[in-house]
């Protein structure tokens, strides 16, 4: 216990996290079993070092943060290790990625039963499901989603600003008055390029190639995410990773699935699996027309994030792609995404439509006031033309 302890002091003292996750202030931290999921890479170990360091402090034994990539736990389950930790006072104990110890959810039952007085908070993988796959941990654990980095959080970092999240209903009613209270203190054209490079994944505050580790992380998605926690055998991680390339140099289109069954030699039915597995891992997002949802073909299917687009090679990067690309991850975290009726457009909460276009487009363009028009190459907008990078204040 004591070389925990050691390693839990170390780390604590020298997390450093540059942006202050909007995350740390909407959880309920009285609740006893917290899951926190998260795609790979978006910070979910800081933001358990982050939690230790504000509320307790490098010193206090109290809390207790542990890995289970640890060997140790080959060994000995969470259930004994947090009787231990109880046993010498402990109150919270902190696990990250959880889904390596073998029947973690049974262990974390049984915590939550045997130890009334202990508070467990853990990390998991995008691609587990909580409670619908896991059913012994229904009504015991609260779970919640950290994501990467918003556009707002990118340039809090760069800039040293403290600017506030808006809802979606701020940003259409009020948004020439919240730029107004934005641009006296920054320029966001000026960053937004870098965002939507580089700038959802914390890797990018590493010293080292921003590309590489991304792409290291993404085959990390689909060897580990996917294959081992959906119990994949390892012989069809070949045909995963393909779809995945098709599915991402193709760009945003509806897939044409019994050519991608043709192309990786399997089924209609696997593809459609596979497609649901790297959606569920956050490389790609599925888009629906209105009523629709899986096990039916999405009408669009999209990388999950601009910065994923990059690293696809060959680069055959579309702006008006990754400009929607951008718009649907800023708002698929609170609000109901779907396909709209016309081309470049969605619908949101299935009550309004939005279209994404460019500002500085030339030619005759018909505009309807009953949409709103997400548009960039521009910081200012007026009534239903609202900047698009304003939609990365939404978190």
Request: with cysteine; aromatic share 14%; proline share 4%.
């Amino acid at each position: 216990m004591e070389a925990f302890f050691r390693t839990h002091t170390y780390l604590v003292e020298h997390t450093n996290a540059p942006v202050r996750r909007s995350l740390m202030d909407e959880i309920d931290w009285n609740d006893r079993m917290i899951g926190i999921k998260g795609t790979r890479g978006v910070g979910k170990t800081t933001f358990l070092l982050q939690y230790a360091k504000e509320k307790f402090g490098k010193n206090d034994r109290q809390c207790l943060y542990v890995n289970m990539n640890n060997f140790y736990f080959q060994g000995l389950g969470i259930a004994d290790f947090a009787r231990d930790f109880v046993a010498q006072g402990g109150r919270v104990l902190l696990i990250d990625q959880v889904f390596k110890q073998p029947n973690w959810s049974e262990e974390l039952r049984q915590c939550y039963y045997e130890f009334p007085q202990l508070k467990i908070v853990f990390t998991g993988s995008s691609v587990m499901r909580l409670k619908e796959e896991n059913p012994e941990l229904n009504g015991i654990v609260k779970s919640y989603n950290l994501r990467g980095f918003s556009f707002r959080e990118f340039i809090n970092l760069q800039t040293g600003h403290n600017f506030q999240p808006y809802t979606l209903s701020e940003i259409v009613n009020n948004h020439e008055h919240i730029v107004k209270k934005i641009l006296p203190y920054v320029s966001p054209m000026k960053y937004f390029n870098d965002y939507l490079h580089h700038g959802f994944y914390p890797l990018f505050l590493e010293h080292s190639n921003f590309s590489e580790n991304l792409l290291k992380t993404m085959n990390m998605m689909t060897e580990v995410d996917i294959l081992l926690i959906k119990q994949i055998d390892l012989k069809y991680l070949t045909k995963i990773k393909k779809l995945f390339y098709l599915l991402a140099v193709e760009g945003i289109h509806a897939p044409n699935i019994s050519q991608l069954a043709n192309q990786i030699d399997t089924s209609r039915a696997t593809v459609m699996n596979y497609i649901k597995y790297l959606a569920d891992a956050r490389l790609i997002n599925m888009i629906y027309n209105c009523g629709h949802q899986f096990p039916k073909k999405p009408s669009k299917v999209m990388l999950h994030n601009p910065n994923l687009m990059y690293a696809i090679y060959p680069i055959t990067v579309d702006t008006q792609d990754v400009m929607e690309t951008f718009f649907v991850n800023c708002l698929w975290k609170d609000h109901k995404v779907n396909e709209g009726n016309s081309s470049h457009s969605y619908m949101i909460d299935e009550s309004r439509k939005y279209r994404i276009s460019d500002a500085q487009a030339t030619g005759k363009q018909r505009y309807n006031n009953e949409t709103i028009y997400a548009q960039y190459n521009t910081e200012i907008g007026h009534g239903n033309h609202i900047p698009l990078w304003l939609f990365g204040f939404l978190y």
